[in-house]
């Protein structure tokens, strides 16, 4: 008998939420380049999580005394853009579990999702290095990093933008 959140799997185990997705995705996957990203998602989303609740708890030391407006605004805001760091480093391992759940998963398609999951995880690199604001831009030899300082700090964004969407076409193309 199952119930809401839990759902049986190919070989009768079954996972709960989250963390039994990982578990799920790695077991069941026979993509090594998958089982390498599940670990690499895993260490990025905890060491971003770390990053994201210790800004939060700065920002909210520093505005502890400041009532309501702006500021509960700032805070709403930085949760959801670490939402949407995250998000998308754990989507490929979540698709990837459903799909073997439900035995129509192939080891073309998990290594698909690996190579893209890894690629956005490259374009969140590239984004951050546009976004570093020029006061804490070190000196470089490099004409790649450099071009990129170079670049208005919003057009950071666009770099993981890009990487979702590869992302997603390659979900839509090899489902």
Known sequence: MTDAT???GAEGKTYNGLPGAFLYAL??????????????????TLAIGFVFVSGLLSILAATSTVRGGTFTFSRSFFLFVGLLVVAP????????????RRSVSTV?????????ALGFV????VGLVVSVPPA?????????IAALYDLPQIAGLVPP????????AVHRVLR
């Open 89 to 100: 480093l754990l989507a490929p391992v979540l698709l990837v579990a459903r799909r073997h």
């Open 122 to 125: 490259a374009t969140l690199y």
């Open 161 to 168: 933008l890009v990487g979702v969407a590869v992302m997603y």
């Open 6 to 8: 839990t759902v049986e």
């Open 136 to 144: 804490l831009q070190e000196s470089t030899s490099s004409g790649v």
């Open 27 to 44: 077991r069941t996957s026979e993509s090594w380049l998958f089982k390498g990203y599940v670990v690499l998602a895993l260490l990025l």
């Open 108 to 116: 073309a398609y998990d290594r698909g999702m690996a190579l893209s």
